[in-house]
């Protein structure tokens, strides 16, 4: 089980195609599944991580020092490699670039233009912060426990969900059901209960697993714990199950190729594990120009 680093929040987010709840249900205050009219269509934006392998960077400008610019060498072995430190003749560095101009005044029209343009092409982005567990059976669906940081609205929202979370990391961002978008931040982790009990068996000792809710089979939605937050609060809670629903396809099918190149990455490395490799470092020393009294000598 991965640790879930709860405090990084406080500082600043088989196979059933499912698909959104369509019946109204009436919230308790103590637990209540709670389904959020929907008049704008949840979806993510951009592309889901898939695994696919990033196109190569382009190769480094290598940095050589001629030989008779080399005004000194010493060298130190350090974790199996070999630092080299070479003191070499001062290099002339180009001029610092000019400071940049005052900014406009606000009144300005021009510069009203211009921000109303940044404004139109970059709409306001509201985070959403999430820390979730994802609980896995061997002979049940898994279920989430999510914890939700409401930008600027105080106090935290738990829920429990029957979304497999691990789906939606792969979300950067997204539209919520009120058409505004989001984006998602979210810390997630994952929790085998099945082996998490024989391992307590193994030595004895029981396994007491959380309290989770029971859900109806289809779409996948939500039960709040405690007394459930207002309706602006839900919005994005409902958009995330109902792009789950609606994309439940792409998502997995996206985490499972990240799942099978987290894999063959951590066979590669084990099979080959990273060499460390020798290191040069350059320096010069620049002098001050002495100051004295009338000016600089």
């Given at each position: ?8 929040f406080v500082a600043l987010v088989g196979s059933l195609l499912v698909r959104s709840q369509d019946v109204p249900v009436a919230p308790t205050r103590e637990s209540a599944v709670v389904p959020v009219a929907t008049p704008t269509t949840a979806r993510s934006i951009g592309d ?250």
């Amino acid at each position: 089980m991965k640790p879930l680093p709860v405090a990084l929040f406080v500082a600043l987010v088989g196979s059933l195609l499912v698909r959104s709840q369509d019946v109204p249900v009436a919230p308790t205050r103590e637990s209540a599944v709670v389904p959020v009219a929907t008049p704008t269509t949840a979806r993510s934006i951009g592309d889901i991580p898939d695994g696919t392998p990033p196109p190569p960077q382009p190769p480094k400008p290598v940095f050589v020092v001629p030989a008779r610019d080399i005004l000194s060498t010493t060298s130190q072995q350090q974790g199996g490699r070999t630092i080299t430190i070479q003191k070499i003749k001062p290099i002339a560095l180009p001029p610092p670039p000019e400071p940049a101009p005052p900014p406009l005044a606000a009144a300005d029209p021009a510069f009203q233009e211009r921000l109303a343009e940044f404004k139109e092409e970059h709409p306001k982005s509201d985070i959403v912060m999430l820390g979730a567990t994802v609980y896995r059976f061997k002979d049940s669906p898994p279920r989430t426990l999510v914890t939700y940081w409401p930008e600027g609205r105080g106090e935290c929202v738990t829920f429990w969900s029957s979304a497999d979370f691990a789906l939606i990391s792969g979300i950067f961002s997204f539209v919520a059901t009120d058409g505004e978008t989001r984006s998602l931040f979210m810390m997630w982790s994952s929790t085998e209960v099945d082996r998490l009990a024989d391992l307590f068996a193994a030595h004895g000792r029981e396994y007491d697993g959380p309290n989770i809710p029971n859900f109806p089979t289809g779409p996948a939605t939500f039960t709040i714990v405690g007394a459930p937050p207002d309706t602006e609060t839900l919005v994005p809670i409902q958009s995330l199950h109902d792009l789950y629903n609606s994309e439940y396809a792409h998502l997995k099918t996206a985490w499972e190729g990240r799942e099978r190149a987290r894999i063959e990455r951590e066979a590669y490395l084990k099979a080959n594990p990273p060499q460390p490799k020798n290191i040069v470092l350059n320096y010069w020393r620049t002098e001050k120009p002495a100051v004295v009294k009338g000016g600089t000598k």
